[in-house]
């Protein structure tokens, strides 16, 4: 066993030193938010393909801080002999506005870190971890962590704890304006007929705590997976996934709901009929408000990939599909 796991060690740092030499050549001449790119406009575009599009499969959120200094990258796939290749990688912009090559960050592989959001003052990190609650190393069901930022660096792994984790799996959290955490959480226990489906869930931040997670309504989760969760810097609207019948692709589509002025939410609209891309991932919004990023991939004839890349498109594009124009 201890063969393996040395095994499976020098595997990922040797792919950590490839990627990072790899990347590296192609980051020196980046400078400027959103590393100097073109800004879209409605239609979807390929974000820096050079970069962030090597591997033919990539699977994970791309992550801007509220302040655009910083990125998280998670890179799941494979070499092109069929080895896995994992990579959990952070890049950082210099005061001069240049970019420095990626890193690995603090994530483990290990216990399947993914899913980072900031909160909007950029001092606390959430994401999700299958890491023990004792420190013995053995893996749990996935539960929602944060880290508050030291200076620099950030702090030690705190677990959010209970009500909002469970014995079920929690993920892919996101923080609201006002401190709510939204995430995702599996009910193949809660409701049995469901086996294998998400629904999303809010809980509020009150005195220093989440209070008890509230579902949210069916305006937003189906009888299906719905799950990753995104929300508007405004907490005007919510992007989410969800494998639903009706979508533009027969795998994962985007969904949206707005937020009325009531504090309710309109019934979810399939975003991926306008964008036109096959099987969506990992939406995420930037904290100013201007883009919406994600991972689109291209289903072969029975299920999986045969490529995939992110991108990005404004997020006028999400506000000219709110109903609620037609009211005001």
Excluded at 69 to 89: L, M, Q, Y
Excluded at 133 to 155: A, P
Excluded at 314 to 320: A, E, K, M, R, V
Aim: charged content about 20%; some cysteine; aromatic content about 16%.
């Amino acid at each position: 066993m201890k063969k393996i796991l040395v095994f499976i060690i020098l595997f990922s740092v040797q792919f950590s030193i490839s990627f990072c030499q790899t990347t590296a050549n192609k980051f020196s001449n980046l400078k400027g938010d959103y590393f100097g790119q073109k800004a879209p406009g409605l239609t979807p575009e390929i974000f820096l393909p050079e970069v962030f599009n090597t591997y033919k499969y990539i699977h994970g959120r791309l992550v801007f801080s509220p302040d655009g200094k910083e990125v998280f990258w998670v890179v799941t796939t494979s070499s092109d002999d069929g080895k896995p290749f994992n990579i959990r990688a952070f890049i950082k912009q210099n005061n001069d506005g240049t970019w420095e090559n990626p890193v690995e960050s603090f994530f483990s592989v290990e216990q399947k870190e993914n899913g980072p959001s900031y909160s909007l003052d950029g001092k606390r990190l959430y994401y999700q971890s299958r890491a023990s609650l004792t420190n013995n190393g053995t893996s749990k069901d996935i539960d929602v962590w944060y880290r508050e930022r030291e200076g620099t660096f950030w702090g030690p792994a705190q677990n959010v704890g209970s009500p909002v984790n469970s014995n079920e799996d929690e993920s892919q959290p996101w923080i609201a304006v006002d401190g709510s955490l939204y995430f995702c959480r599996d009910n193949k226990n809660v409701v049995k007929e469901k086996s294998g489906d998400s629904d999303l869930y809010y809980s509020k931040f009150s005195n220093g705590k989440y209070l008890e997670p509230v579902l949210l309504g069916s305006e937003i989760n189906s009888e299906f997976g719905d799950t990753e969760p995104t929300l508007a810097p405004d907490n005007s609207y919510i992007v989410f996934m969800s494998n639903r019948p009706g979508g533009f692709s027969r795998m994962m589509n985007l969904y949206v709901s707005y937020r009325t002025p009531n504090g309710s939410w309109t019934k979810a609209i399939c975003i991926s009929h306008v964008l036109k891309i096959e099987n969506i991932w990992f939406p995420t919004l930037s904290y100013d408000g201007k883009y919406l990023f994600f991972c689109g991939g291209y289903p072969t004839p029975n299920k999986g990939y045969s490529s995939s890349s992110y991108y990005w498109v404004s997020t006028d594009l999400i506000q000219n599909l709110n109903p609620l124009n037609k009211q005001r």
